[in-house]
């Protein structure tokens, strides 16, 4: 797909799936144009370098970037509640770790056959069975995941990390098609610098 050509003053809108609810949710934050986008400083950063099995996971409390296939999957809804929830199982060759996302039902479509995954997420143990288990983690197709030092910026209305990281990399590389380099996350210029590293869910 060819990138769109962008200027740092061109409305949000002009980014690919950016829609008149988004751009009004980001407008609330004071971010009207791409260059807004660009300037905007991640909350924190993350190091997602090394990814585990799921058998080394053993403490509840932190994230955790973990490999394998998913299985298992499961699309429901809780007895006498009106979320979704959507539970699996990530497993290697050494062993095996519950997964739940709630309300993200579109999950269980995009995970179904899916290949070898890259989840990260926070650990945390079942309230009822106490059994360690990944919470609503981010998931990427091994291919298409490229972990490091990831930027991590507040949710803004819809718009969470995933979502508002990619927005980002469109607007890079727009600028990029104008010959003028990139922005970073710490609002300095740089030349044919590299892509700013993004988790893409897809």
Avoid: C
Avoid at 40 to 66: F, I, K, N, Q, Y
Avoid at 98 to 105: C, E, K, L, S, Y
């Amino acid at each position: 797909m060819a990138t769109t050509v962008l200027d740092a003053a061109d409305p949000v809108d002009r980014l690919r799936g950016v829609g008149p609810v988004l751009r009004e949710e980001l407008a609330g934050r004071g971010i009207r144009t791409v260059g807004d986008l660009l300037m905007w400083v991640p909350s924190r950063w993350e190091d997602r370098s090394r990814a585990v099995s799921p058998a080394a996971v053993r403490e509840a409390g932190r994230p955790v970037l973990v490999r394998g296939r998913i299985g298992a999957l499961r699309l429901g809804r809780p007895r006498g509640r009106g979320r979704r929830v959507v539970t699996a199982v990530v497993r290697d060759g050494e062993g095996s770790l519950p997964v739940v996302w709630f309300n993200q039902a579109w999950i269980a479509r995009e995970l179904r056959g899916a290949p070898e995954v890259v989840l990260y997420g926070r650990v945390e143990r079942h309230s009822r069975t106490g059994r360690l288990q990944l919470v609503n983690p981010e998931v990427s197709p091994v291919e298409s995941a490229e972990p490091g030092i990831v930027a991590v910026y507040r949710r803004t209305g819809s718009l969470g990390g995933r979502r508002l990281r990619r927005r980002r990399q469109l607007g890079h590389a727009g600028l990029r098609g104008r010959g003028l380099g990139r922005v970073d996350g710490r609002g300095e210029a740089e030349k044919g610098g590299k892509q700013e590293r993004a988790w893409v869910h897809g």
